[in-house]
């Protein structure tokens, strides 16, 4: 008959695997709590940057000039992307009156009809902030309308950060928070061991 083999751990080894368990379930709780409050985050902090970028770019003087120009998108794609790739964004769209698109990161969607309404923001003349499901997925999205040098509505500027790129960004918030934790720990462990090394 075999005998029982008991496996004996020193209080080191116990210590780093406390350390461990405590590390990750600081990380499962925050993953917890962020989830609870995602639509939070996505609709107050994302909308408001949204909306940041937003009326940015309807303020911007050469897509406003870009308006008259024969072929729109030739112009305001360029500005638009461009302050897309500087603002972090997920997309800018700009449109007209007639909800069709002058730009997009996806230049097969230039021309065509945007995604969601902009009723509100033509009828009412009024800048909104909501969370919503479009054409690149769900996202915390901004619209403003566009003014022309005279004050005339000519347009609406479309503004979205989408959930898959919110998610990444919260993730490496995650980690960079998490090595905050794992740097004092790994040193308190380092210095256990010269310790009981003496």
């Not at 909308?47 to 940015?56: I, L, N, Q």
């Not at 902030?129 to 996202?139: F, L, M, P």
Request: proline residues 4%; charged residues 20%.
């Amino acid at each position: 008959m075999m005998g029982v083999v008991v496996v004996k751990f020193s209080l080191l080894q116990k210590m780093m695997a406390l350390i461990i368990v405590v590390v990750f379930l600081s990380l499962g709780t925050a993953v917890l709590l962020l989830s609870f409050s995602f639509n939070g985050i996505m609709h107050n902090h994302f909308g408001e940057r949204a909306m940041d970028v937003a009326k940015m770019t309807a303020n911007n003087e050469r897509i406003i000039a870009g308006f008259q120009d024969e072929n729109p998108s030739t112009i305001i794609n360029p500005l638009a992307e461009e302050i897309r790739l500087q603002t972090g964004a997920s997309y800018v769209v700009v449109g007209n009156l007639e909800d069709i698109r002058y730009s997009h990161h996806d230049p097969a969607q230039i021309g065509e009809p945007m995604g969601s309404s902009n009723t509100p923001v033509f009828e009412n003349e009024e800048s909104i902030v909501y969370i919503d499901k479009g054409v690149s997925g769900k996202a915390a999205k901004a619209k403003t309308p566009i003014y022309n040098q005279d004050g005339e509505l000519i347009g609406v500027s479309s503004v979205g950060f989408l959930r898959t790129d919110i998610n990444e960004t919260i993730i490496q918030h995650l980690i960079s928070i998490s090595t905050w934790f794992l740097i004092p720990l790994l040193l308190d462990g380092g210095s256990i061991c010269s310790f009981k090394k003496r």
